[in-house]
């Protein structure tokens, strides 16, 4: 037997799909092709009145709108899509909505530095855990939801065998899974956030270890202050962060809702469940793990807006000075929001969101590059966001795709193209992993890009764009949108889909 059947293959991922409602005209959902056929009958209407003027227009507003509604790019952003960001681009410069000015002159309370945007309206709450460590709970009340934060250390894949990278992949599938059945949870997701590493801390880890003056060893010494003069050339801090979203909707009762769930409530309900989350957490190859408390996220918080405030966080507690922080003094003291970035005190950012995912098979390293630190990059922060579909709905949903991917076949019975092929294999592979006991998400995904103000802003965009290409994902800049996008790529929670103008809901099946 030859060394390469002994050897096992690396193990594929693959078969993600995006959501589409087919309606009866190519292009277009079941709302979408209830508005042209309505268009069509008063068409009708008028030509039997002989209103050939109406009739004309009526006909003109109809070939406009289809075209509106069915020009799409290859991001899968239509015509009207576009139309509407503008509109409301241009409403809120109009409105000076996209300036933002803190402090005592600013538009928060006198002598606060509150967050702005959505995230203005964001409350911040501590509870304690059924082991005594606190976290801190973020109130949305746009969403009616409450977010809890996770850090973790994850070790990475250097030096780990492919068996075990496999299991932890597993796991993290298994987690996922599991995520559908958790009580109340409306989505979860994870941010990986790289920037370069600060000398003080490794200058820091030292001190704290070295032993007694008496009994120190000289060259050892020379060697220990060589390491922490050279290590730190290159370097980077790597931070891994679960956030997870509860709704305070109780749900319904005979048709009726209920009262929304209070803050105290809350706690008293997700407080004992925590441990046993975080535990499952570092079964996935996390690391360890703990909730962050609420000074925890003030701090991540007012250094994502402010990367200098990184350093002096940093030199105070190598001075051993307890800082406090409240959270309406985590926002910036000035922020500005352009069509394609976003400025934010010292800072310069570019958010992008995903359109498109990996095509075909691919291995559990194909995030490897696009996820690695970058020396331009004052920071990088990767959230992917995911929603557990209810194990109650699975079984429609995929359903549904099997029978839209029928019916993208049938459209050319003599020769269907490649991908409505394609688009049926995954399909039914789909439905029968889902019979087997396979859980079904929907998710999607953020990446910012943080850079100081003198840094040449085309070269690092350039460079976060060539590495997404290289883990095969499409990105697409948040444009008109950049403060939105930057806010709900940090791991607090937020869903974009409840920031809309028009409905998630609705433009899915236009």
Not at 21 to 42: A, R, S
Not at 71 to 87: E, F, M, N, W, Y
Not at 209 to 233: A, C, H, K, N
Not at 278 to 288: R, S, Y
Request: hydrophobic share 40%; glycine share 8%.
């Amino acid at each position: 037997m030859s060394a390469e059947e002994t050897e096992s293959k690396p193990r594929t991922y693959g078969n993600w799909m995006k959501p589409e409602e087919k309606g009866i005209l190519p292009g277009l959902g079941p709302l979408g092709t209830g508005i042209i056929f309505m268009v069509c009958i008063v068409l009708v209407l008028l030509v039997i009145k002989t209103e050939w003027i109406a009739a004309a227009c009526v006909t003109l507003a109809g070939v406009m709108l289809l075209w509106l509604v069915t020009h799409r790019d290859q991001h899968g952003k239509s015509a009207a899509d576009k139309i509407i960001v503008r509109v409301g681009w241009w409403r809120s410069r109009r409105k000076k909505e996209n300036v933002w000015r803190a402090g005592t002159l600013g538009y928060g309370r006198p002598g606060s530095v509150m967050l702005p945007g959505i995230l203005g309206q964001v409350e911040l709450a501590e509870g304690t855990d059924a082991t005594g460590v606190p976290f801190g709970v973020l109130f949305c009340p746009r969403q009616d939801t409450y977010t809890v934060v996770v850090n973790s250390s994850p070790s990475g894949e250097d030096l780990v065998d492919r068996d075990q990278i496999d299991r932890w992949v597993a796991m993290w599938g298994v987690f996922k899974a599991d995520m559908a059945d958790e009580q109340g949870l409306q989505h979860f997701g994870v941010t990986i956030e790289t920037r370069p590493e600060n000398p003080l801390q490794l200058k820091q880890e030292v001190d704290r270890l070295r032993g007694p003056r008496e009994e120190e060893d000289e060259f050892s010494m020379s060697v220990l202050q060589e390491i922490v003069r050279t290590y730190p050339r290159g370097s980077t801090d790597v931070q891994a962060y679960l956030f997870f979203t509860f709704s305070a909707d109780r749900g319904k009762r005979k048709g009726v809702s209920t009262k929304k769930k209070r803050l105290q409530e809350f706690l008293q309900e997700f407080g004992p469940r925590l441990p046993y989350l975080v535990q499952k957490v570092q079964e996935t190859g996390a690391g360890a793990c703990h909730p962050m408390s609420a000074q925890e996220l003030c701090r991540y918080v007012r250094i994502a807006y402010d990367s200098q405030a990184k350093d002096l966080f940093e030199e105070a507690d190598a001075l051993g000075q307890d800082v406090t922080m409240d959270w309406s003094q985590c926002g910036p003291m000035a922020a500005e929001a352009s069509w394609d970035s976003y400025r934010h005190d010292g800072d310069v950012s570019v958010t992008w969101e995903l359109t498109q995912a990996p095509r075909g098979a691919v291995q559990s390293s194909i995030l490897r590059r696009f996820l690695s630190p970058q020396a331009n990059l004052s920071s990088k922060r990767v959230t992917w966001l995911f929603r557990p579909v209810p194990p109650e709905k699975t079984g429609d949903l995929v359903d549904s795709d099997v029978i839209t991917a029928q019916y993208q076949m049938t459209l050319n019975k003599s020769k269907p193209t490649a991908r409505a092929m394609r688009r049926m294999r995954a399909a039914t592979q789909t439905a029968e992993e889902e019979a087997n006991g396979a859980g079904l998400e929907n998710f999607s995904a953020f990446c910012t890009a943080t850079i100081a103000k003198d840094a040449d802003l085309h070269d690092a965009t350039a460079a976060v764009e060539s590495l997404a290409a290289t883990a095969r994902l499409r990105l697409r800049k948040v444009y008109g949108s950049q403060d939105s996008a930057f806010a709900a790529c940090l791991p607090l929670g937020l869903d974009t889909r409840r920031y809309t103008v028009i409905p998630a809901e609705v433009s899915e099946k236009l």
